[in-house]
Protein backbone atom coordinates (compact mmCIF):
# COMPACT_ATOMS: atom_id res chain seq x y z
CA UNK A 1 0.00 0.00 0.00
CA UNK A 2 3.07 2.96 0.91
CA UNK A 3 4.53 1.78 -2.40
CA UNK A 4 1.44 2.83 -4.19
CA UNK A 5 0.88 5.39 -2.44
CA UNK A 6 4.09 6.60 -3.64
CA UNK A 7 3.38 5.96 -7.10
CA UNK A 8 0.31 8.17 -7.00
CA UNK A 9 2.10 11.26 -5.28
CA UNK A 10 5.45 10.81 -8.22
CA UNK A 11 2.62 10.77 -10.49
CA UNK A 12 0.40 13.77 -9.04
CA UNK A 13 3.68 15.96 -9.59
CA UNK A 14 4.60 14.60 -12.46
CA UNK A 15 0.81 16.31 -13.75
CA UNK A 16 1.51 19.30 -11.63
CA UNK A 17 5.21 19.65 -13.47
CA UNK A 18 3.57 19.25 -16.94
CA UNK A 19 0.77 21.78 -16.28
CA UNK A 20 3.23 23.90 -15.16
CA UNK A 21 5.27 24.00 -18.16
CA UNK A 22 2.26 23.86 -20.09
CA UNK A 23 1.53 27.40 -18.71
CA UNK A 24 4.27 28.91 -18.64
CA UNK A 25 4.72 28.36 -22.64
CA UNK A 26 1.57 29.58 -24.08
CA UNK A 27 1.86 32.48 -21.76
CA UNK A 28 5.60 32.95 -23.04
CA UNK A 29 3.84 32.36 -26.83
CA UNK A 30 1.24 34.90 -25.61
CA UNK A 31 3.12 37.70 -24.54
CA UNK A 32 3.50 40.26 -27.15
CA UNK A 33 6.88 42.81 -27.72
CA UNK A 34 5.71 46.18 -27.14
CA UNK A 35 7.11 48.75 -29.71
CA UNK A 36 7.47 52.36 -31.13
CA UNK A 37 6.44 52.75 -34.47
CA UNK A 38 6.17 55.47 -37.08
CA UNK A 39 4.14 56.31 -40.19
CA UNK A 40 5.86 56.53 -43.56
CA UNK A 41 5.09 59.95 -44.66
CA UNK A 42 6.66 62.06 -47.80
CA UNK A 43 9.18 64.71 -46.18
CA UNK A 44 12.56 66.22 -47.75
CA UNK A 45 15.93 64.18 -46.72
CA UNK A 46 18.89 66.22 -47.13
CA UNK A 47 22.45 63.89 -47.15
CA UNK A 48 25.42 65.29 -45.78
CA UNK A 49 28.84 64.44 -45.12
CA UNK A 50 30.24 64.98 -41.91
CA UNK A 51 34.40 65.71 -41.54
CA UNK A 52 36.21 67.47 -38.70
CA UNK A 53 39.26 69.65 -39.30
CA UNK A 54 41.56 73.10 -39.01
CA UNK A 55 41.31 76.57 -39.64
CA UNK A 56 43.41 78.41 -41.86
CA UNK A 57 43.77 81.30 -44.25
CA UNK A 58 43.51 81.09 -47.75
CA UNK A 59 46.64 83.00 -47.96
CA UNK A 60 49.52 82.89 -46.19
CA UNK A 61 53.44 82.77 -46.79
CA UNK A 62 56.21 81.40 -44.72
CA UNK A 63 58.64 83.83 -44.82
CA UNK A 64 62.30 81.90 -44.30
CA UNK A 65 66.03 83.17 -44.96
CA UNK A 66 68.07 81.05 -48.25
CA UNK A 67 71.07 81.94 -46.38
CA UNK A 68 72.73 80.66 -42.59
CA UNK A 69 73.14 83.79 -40.58
CA UNK A 70 72.49 84.81 -37.30
CA UNK A 71 69.47 87.15 -36.89
CA UNK A 72 70.31 90.69 -35.43
CA UNK A 73 67.19 92.75 -36.17
CA UNK A 74 63.46 91.08 -35.58
CA UNK A 75 60.85 94.14 -36.23
CA UNK A 76 57.68 92.72 -35.82
CA UNK A 77 56.33 90.95 -33.27
CA UNK A 78 53.33 88.78 -33.85
CA UNK A 79 50.39 89.79 -34.07
CA UNK A 80 51.55 92.57 -35.88
CA UNK A 81 50.17 94.41 -39.11
CA UNK A 82 52.33 94.75 -42.04
CA UNK A 83 52.27 95.72 -45.39
CA UNK A 84 53.68 94.57 -48.57
CA UNK A 85 57.68 95.17 -48.94
CA UNK A 86 58.27 96.13 -44.83
CA UNK A 87 61.19 95.70 -42.95
CA UNK A 88 60.77 92.66 -40.78
CA UNK A 89 63.89 90.83 -40.28
CA UNK A 90 67.89 91.65 -40.76
CA UNK A 91 70.61 88.96 -40.93
CA UNK A 92 74.10 89.58 -39.68
CA UNK A 93 75.98 90.96 -42.65
CA UNK A 94 79.73 91.44 -41.89
CA UNK A 95 80.42 87.36 -43.83
CA UNK A 96 78.43 88.82 -46.87
CA UNK A 97 80.03 92.02 -46.81
CA UNK A 98 83.23 90.64 -46.88
CA UNK A 99 82.66 88.34 -49.44
CA UNK A 100 81.40 90.99 -51.66
CA UNK A 101 84.32 92.91 -51.11
CA UNK A 102 86.46 90.08 -51.79
CA UNK A 103 84.60 89.44 -55.18
CA UNK A 104 84.92 92.80 -55.55
CA UNK A 105 88.88 92.76 -55.50
CA UNK A 106 89.05 89.69 -57.90
CA UNK A 107 86.99 91.41 -60.50
CA UNK A 108 90.04 94.27 -60.70
CA UNK A 109 92.57 92.30 -60.48
CA UNK A 110 90.90 90.45 -63.47
CA UNK A 111 90.09 93.29 -65.21
CA UNK A 112 94.20 94.15 -64.73
CA UNK A 113 95.38 90.68 -65.80
CA UNK A 114 93.08 90.98 -68.61
CA UNK A 115 94.60 95.00 -69.95
CA UNK A 116 97.97 93.00 -69.84
CA UNK A 117 96.80 90.02 -71.53
CA UNK A 118 95.26 92.85 -74.23
CA UNK A 119 98.66 94.63 -74.24
CA UNK A 120 100.65 91.75 -74.99
CA UNK A 121 98.48 90.36 -77.83
CA UNK A 122 99.19 93.98 -79.27
CA UNK A 123 102.94 93.74 -79.28
CA UNK A 124 103.04 90.39 -80.31
CA UNK A 125 100.83 90.90 -83.34
CA UNK A 126 103.36 94.12 -84.35
CA UNK A 127 106.30 91.41 -83.88
CA UNK A 128 104.39 89.01 -86.29
CA UNK A 129 104.51 91.87 -89.12
CA UNK A 130 108.50 92.62 -88.84
CA UNK A 131 108.71 88.84 -88.62
CA UNK A 132 110.17 88.77 -85.21
CA UNK A 133 108.00 86.02 -83.59
CA UNK A 134 106.40 82.81 -84.75
CA UNK A 135 102.86 82.31 -85.51
CA UNK A 136 103.30 79.98 -82.29
CA UNK A 137 103.54 82.96 -79.61
CA UNK A 138 100.74 84.67 -81.76
CA UNK A 139 98.23 81.94 -81.28
CA UNK A 140 99.31 81.46 -76.86
CA UNK A 141 99.21 85.61 -76.72
CA UNK A 142 95.41 85.14 -77.93
CA UNK A 143 94.54 82.12 -75.92
CA UNK A 144 95.56 84.02 -72.99
CA UNK A 145 93.47 87.40 -73.87
CA UNK A 146 90.68 85.23 -74.29
CA UNK A 147 91.29 82.95 -70.90
CA UNK A 148 91.58 86.36 -68.99
CA UNK A 149 88.11 87.72 -70.50
CA UNK A 150 86.35 84.13 -70.07
CA UNK A 151 87.80 85.47 -66.36
CA UNK A 152 86.25 88.50 -66.18
CA UNK A 153 82.71 86.74 -66.95
CA UNK A 154 83.32 84.65 -64.51
CA UNK A 155 84.20 87.26 -61.86
CA UNK A 156 81.21 89.21 -62.87
CA UNK A 157 78.92 86.44 -61.93
CA UNK A 158 80.37 85.95 -58.23
CA UNK A 159 79.97 89.48 -57.48
CA UNK A 160 76.24 89.18 -58.46
CA UNK A 161 75.77 85.77 -56.24
CA UNK A 162 77.74 87.59 -53.72
CA UNK A 163 75.56 90.86 -53.95
CA UNK A 164 72.58 88.82 -54.12
CA UNK A 165 73.46 86.93 -50.56
CA UNK A 166 74.17 90.33 -49.43
CA UNK A 167 71.05 91.43 -50.29
CA UNK A 168 68.96 88.48 -48.62
CA UNK A 169 70.25 89.49 -45.49
CA UNK A 170 67.29 91.57 -45.12
CA UNK A 171 63.83 90.13 -44.99
CA UNK A 172 60.89 92.36 -46.42
CA UNK A 173 57.26 91.56 -46.27
CA UNK A 174 56.03 89.22 -49.13
CA UNK A 175 52.37 90.43 -48.67
CA UNK A 176 50.28 92.54 -46.75
CA UNK A 177 48.34 90.99 -43.39
CA UNK A 178 48.93 89.82 -39.96
CA UNK A 179 52.35 87.99 -38.62
CA UNK A 180 49.91 85.14 -37.37
CA UNK A 181 53.68 83.07 -36.01
CA UNK A 182 57.11 83.60 -34.90
CA UNK A 183 58.95 81.16 -34.75
CA UNK A 184 62.15 82.77 -33.98
CA UNK A 185 64.20 85.56 -31.96
CA UNK A 186 66.68 87.62 -32.04
CA UNK A 187 70.18 86.22 -31.62
CA UNK A 188 69.00 83.02 -33.04
CA UNK A 189 70.31 81.11 -36.21
CA UNK A 190 68.69 80.29 -39.41
CA UNK A 191 69.60 77.54 -41.39
CA UNK A 192 69.58 78.87 -44.82
CA UNK A 193 68.82 75.93 -46.92
CA UNK A 194 66.96 76.08 -50.23
CA UNK A 195 65.64 72.46 -49.74
CA UNK A 196 64.97 72.74 -46.12
CA UNK A 197 62.78 75.96 -44.69
CA UNK A 198 63.47 77.06 -41.69
CA UNK A 199 60.66 79.20 -40.83
CA UNK A 200 60.95 82.64 -39.23
CA UNK A 201 57.45 83.61 -39.31
CA UNK A 202 54.33 83.35 -41.15
CA UNK A 203 52.32 86.62 -42.62
CA UNK A 204 48.89 85.52 -43.29
CA UNK A 205 45.62 87.59 -44.98
CA UNK A 206 43.15 86.98 -42.17
CA UNK A 207 40.53 88.85 -43.82
CA UNK A 208 39.47 85.43 -45.78
CA UNK A 209 39.99 82.10 -44.03
CA UNK A 210 39.16 78.22 -44.96
CA UNK A 211 38.61 74.93 -43.02
CA UNK A 212 41.05 72.04 -44.14
CA UNK A 213 39.05 69.44 -43.70
CA UNK A 214 39.54 65.86 -44.10
CA UNK A 215 37.05 63.81 -45.59
CA UNK A 216 36.83 59.97 -45.17
CA UNK A 217 37.35 57.49 -48.63
CA UNK A 218 34.12 56.29 -48.52
CA UNK A 219 32.49 59.72 -48.39
CA UNK A 220 34.49 61.79 -50.81
CA UNK A 221 32.90 60.50 -54.22
CA UNK A 222 29.82 62.01 -53.00
CA UNK A 223 31.60 65.80 -53.13
CA UNK A 224 31.78 68.11 -55.20
CA UNK A 225 32.97 71.92 -55.66
CA UNK A 226 30.83 74.30 -54.79
CA UNK A 227 28.54 72.36 -52.52
CA UNK A 228 26.99 74.13 -49.68
CA UNK A 229 28.66 73.31 -46.05
CA UNK A 230 27.84 74.07 -42.82
CA UNK A 231 30.59 74.80 -40.08
CA UNK A 232 30.54 74.80 -36.57
CA UNK A 233 33.57 75.94 -34.89
CA UNK A 234 34.31 74.65 -31.57
CA UNK A 235 35.02 78.69 -30.01
CA UNK A 236 32.08 79.75 -31.29
CA UNK A 237 29.60 76.96 -29.47
CA UNK A 238 25.70 76.67 -30.95
CA UNK A 239 27.03 78.79 -34.21
CA UNK A 240 26.35 77.94 -37.43
CA UNK A 241 28.81 79.63 -40.33
CA UNK A 242 28.13 79.26 -43.97
CA UNK A 243 30.97 77.89 -45.74
CA UNK A 244 31.69 76.12 -49.61
CA UNK A 245 33.82 73.22 -50.83
CA UNK A 246 36.28 75.59 -52.65
CA UNK A 247 39.08 72.49 -53.87
CA UNK A 248 38.88 68.25 -53.28
CA UNK A 249 42.72 67.58 -53.49
CA UNK A 250 43.00 64.57 -56.02
CA UNK A 251 45.01 62.48 -53.77
CA UNK A 252 44.63 60.65 -50.49
CA UNK A 253 46.52 61.24 -46.87
CA UNK A 254 47.09 58.08 -44.81
CA UNK A 255 47.56 57.92 -41.53
CA UNK A 256 48.70 54.63 -39.51
CA UNK A 257 46.65 54.37 -37.11
CA UNK A 258 48.00 51.29 -35.92
CA UNK A 259 49.89 48.23 -36.93
CA UNK A 260 47.28 46.87 -39.10
CA UNK A 261 44.85 49.92 -39.33
CA UNK A 262 44.99 53.10 -41.76
CA UNK A 263 43.17 55.75 -41.96
CA UNK A 264 43.05 57.07 -45.99
CA UNK A 265 41.53 60.97 -46.07
CA UNK A 266 41.14 63.78 -48.78
CA UNK A 267 42.07 67.29 -47.54
CA UNK A 268 38.80 69.22 -48.70
CA UNK A 269 39.26 73.38 -48.80
CA UNK A 270 36.07 74.99 -47.49
CA UNK A 271 35.75 78.70 -47.82
CA UNK A 272 34.08 80.47 -44.79
CA UNK A 273 31.25 83.10 -46.48
CA UNK A 274 30.47 84.99 -43.04
CA UNK A 275 33.37 87.38 -41.94
CA UNK A 276 34.20 86.90 -38.09
CA UNK A 277 36.79 88.79 -36.73
CA UNK A 278 37.80 86.66 -33.62
CA UNK A 279 38.58 83.57 -35.98
CA UNK A 280 41.99 82.66 -35.72
CA UNK A 281 43.96 80.00 -37.67
CA UNK A 282 44.31 76.59 -35.83
CA UNK A 283 40.90 76.58 -34.13
CA UNK A 284 39.11 73.14 -34.53
CA UNK A 285 35.92 72.74 -36.67
CA UNK A 286 33.45 70.71 -37.46
CA UNK A 287 31.78 70.47 -41.44
CA UNK A 288 28.61 69.11 -42.76
CA UNK A 289 28.77 68.99 -46.34
CA UNK A 290 25.82 69.01 -48.15
CA UNK A 291 26.05 66.54 -50.95
CA UNK A 292 22.58 65.47 -52.07
CA UNK A 293 18.76 67.06 -51.52
CA UNK A 294 15.51 65.10 -52.33
CA UNK A 295 11.97 67.38 -51.38
CA UNK A 296 8.57 65.20 -51.32
CA UNK A 297 10.01 61.62 -51.27
CA UNK A 298 9.18 58.41 -48.77
CA UNK A 299 10.87 58.61 -46.02
CA UNK A 300 11.25 56.06 -42.45
CA UNK A 301 13.84 56.49 -39.89
CA UNK A 302 17.31 54.94 -39.95
CA UNK A 303 16.82 52.75 -37.24
CA UNK A 304 13.77 50.99 -38.77
CA UNK A 305 15.71 49.78 -42.02
CA UNK A 306 17.15 46.40 -41.09
CA UNK A 307 19.28 43.93 -42.86
CA UNK A 308 17.98 40.23 -42.49
CA UNK A 309 17.16 37.13 -44.08
CA UNK A 310 16.37 37.34 -47.92
CA UNK A 311 13.11 34.50 -47.02
CA UNK A 312 12.17 35.20 -43.22
CA UNK A 313 12.98 38.21 -41.89
CA UNK A 314 15.25 36.84 -39.30
CA UNK A 315 19.22 38.84 -37.77
CA UNK A 316 22.15 37.34 -39.23
CA UNK A 317 25.45 38.33 -39.13
CA UNK A 318 28.40 38.74 -41.80
CA UNK A 319 31.54 36.96 -40.69
CA UNK A 320 34.12 38.54 -43.54
CA UNK A 321 36.98 40.30 -43.24
CA UNK A 322 36.81 43.45 -41.23
CA UNK A 323 36.58 46.55 -43.32
CA UNK A 324 36.85 50.11 -42.11
CA UNK A 325 33.71 51.95 -42.53
CA UNK A 326 32.64 55.29 -42.59
CA UNK A 327 31.27 57.17 -39.25
CA UNK A 328 27.54 56.80 -41.38
CA UNK A 329 28.07 53.11 -42.66
CA UNK A 330 28.70 52.45 -39.15
CA UNK A 331 25.57 54.27 -37.53
CA UNK A 332 23.47 52.53 -39.93
CA UNK A 333 24.93 49.47 -39.60
CA UNK A 334 24.15 50.01 -35.85
CA UNK A 335 20.89 50.75 -36.20
CA UNK A 336 19.88 47.83 -38.86
CA UNK A 337 21.30 45.48 -36.35
CA UNK A 338 23.68 43.43 -38.11
CA UNK A 339 26.18 43.56 -35.39
CA UNK A 340 28.49 40.93 -34.20
CA UNK A 341 26.02 39.07 -31.90
CA UNK A 342 23.34 38.38 -34.55
CA UNK A 343 22.52 34.64 -35.07
CA UNK A 344 24.53 32.64 -37.49
CA UNK A 345 26.95 33.71 -40.22
CA UNK A 346 24.92 34.21 -43.63
CA UNK A 347 26.13 34.83 -46.97
CA UNK A 348 25.37 38.44 -48.63
CA UNK A 349 23.21 36.98 -51.55
CA UNK A 350 20.93 35.78 -48.58
CA UNK A 351 20.20 39.11 -47.53
CA UNK A 352 17.79 41.70 -48.35
CA UNK A 353 17.06 45.54 -46.65
CA UNK A 354 13.47 45.77 -44.95
CA UNK A 355 11.45 46.96 -42.88
CA UNK A 356 8.70 45.63 -39.79
CA UNK A 357 5.56 46.89 -40.73
CA UNK A 358 2.77 46.64 -37.55
CA UNK A 359 -0.49 45.23 -39.24
CA UNK A 360 -3.21 44.54 -36.46
CA UNK A 361 -0.72 43.15 -33.38
CA UNK A 362 1.71 40.93 -35.99
CA UNK A 363 5.05 42.19 -37.22
CA UNK A 364 5.14 41.68 -40.79
CA UNK A 365 8.76 41.65 -42.44
CA UNK A 366 8.64 44.05 -45.44
CA UNK A 367 11.80 44.09 -48.43
CA UNK A 368 12.68 47.86 -49.72
CA UNK A 369 14.76 49.71 -51.64
CA UNK A 370 16.98 52.95 -49.87
CA UNK A 371 18.03 56.19 -51.37
CA UNK A 372 19.91 59.06 -49.95
CA UNK A 373 19.85 59.49 -46.16
CA UNK A 374 19.46 62.16 -43.73
CA UNK A 375 20.94 62.21 -40.59
CA UNK A 376 17.55 60.44 -38.81
CA UNK A 377 15.39 59.70 -42.23
CA UNK A 378 16.38 57.09 -45.13
CA UNK A 379 14.85 57.46 -48.37
CA UNK A 380 12.52 54.44 -49.39
CA UNK A 381 12.06 53.45 -53.38
CA UNK A 382 10.24 50.74 -53.91
CA UNK A 383 8.51 48.42 -51.54
CA UNK A 384 5.95 51.26 -49.55
CA UNK A 385 3.66 52.87 -50.16
CA UNK A 386 3.31 55.40 -48.00
CA UNK A 387 0.64 55.06 -44.89
CA UNK A 388 2.08 51.83 -43.55
CA UNK A 389 3.72 51.96 -39.71
CA UNK A 390 6.81 50.91 -39.70
CA UNK A 391 8.58 49.43 -36.14
CA UNK A 392 10.98 52.28 -35.16
CA UNK A 393 12.46 50.54 -31.40
CA UNK A 394 13.40 49.60 -29.39
CA UNK A 395 16.69 48.58 -30.98
CA UNK A 396 17.34 45.19 -28.80
CA UNK A 397 13.77 44.46 -30.05
CA UNK A 398 14.41 45.51 -33.74
CA UNK A 399 18.00 44.09 -34.12
CA UNK A 400 17.52 40.58 -32.18
CA UNK A 401 14.07 39.30 -31.04
CA UNK A 402 11.71 40.72 -33.60
CA UNK A 403 11.02 37.90 -36.16
CA UNK A 404 8.09 37.98 -39.32
CA UNK A 405 4.53 37.51 -37.63
CA UNK A 406 5.82 37.78 -34.01
CA UNK A 407 2.72 39.58 -31.68
CA UNK A 408 3.65 43.48 -31.12
CA UNK A 409 1.85 46.15 -29.02
CA UNK A 410 1.99 49.44 -28.93
CA UNK A 411 5.01 50.36 -26.54
CA UNK A 412 3.38 53.33 -23.47
CA UNK A 413 5.29 56.08 -23.63
CA UNK A 414 5.27 57.75 -20.23
CA UNK A 415 4.30 61.47 -19.99
CA UNK A 416 6.59 63.57 -18.49
CA UNK A 417 5.54 64.71 -14.85
CA UNK A 418 3.27 61.47 -14.86
CA UNK A 419 5.43 59.34 -12.29
CA UNK A 420 4.97 62.64 -9.78
CA UNK A 421 1.55 62.71 -10.46
CA UNK A 422 0.44 59.15 -9.35
CA UNK A 423 3.20 59.75 -6.44
CA UNK A 424 0.55 61.94 -5.37
Partial sequence: MKIKKRYWILALLLLVIIAVVVITSRGRGDKKLRVTTEKVACQSLLATVSASGKVEPVVQVKVSSQIPARITKLAVREGDEVTAGQFLVELDRERYTAIVEQAQSGLRAARAQLDKANADLKRIEELVKRGMVSEAELDAAKAQAEFMAAQIDQTIAGEKQARDDLSKTVL????????????????????????????ILIVADLSRMQIKAEVDENDIVGVKLGDTVRCEIDAFPDTFFAGTVAEIAQSAVVQALGTQEEATNFDVEIAILDCIAALRPG????????????????????????????????????????????????????????SADTAQATRKEDLVQGVFIMRSDSAIWTPVKTGISSDTHIEILSGLEGGEEVVTGPFKILAKDLRHGAKITHKEEKKPGAGRRDAE
Fill in 283 to 338: MSATVDIQVDRRDSVLAVPIQSVALRDRKEGNPVELKEKPQRKSSRQRAQEVGSGT
Fill in 172 to 199: LAPMSGIVSRLNKEEGEMTLGSQFQEDV
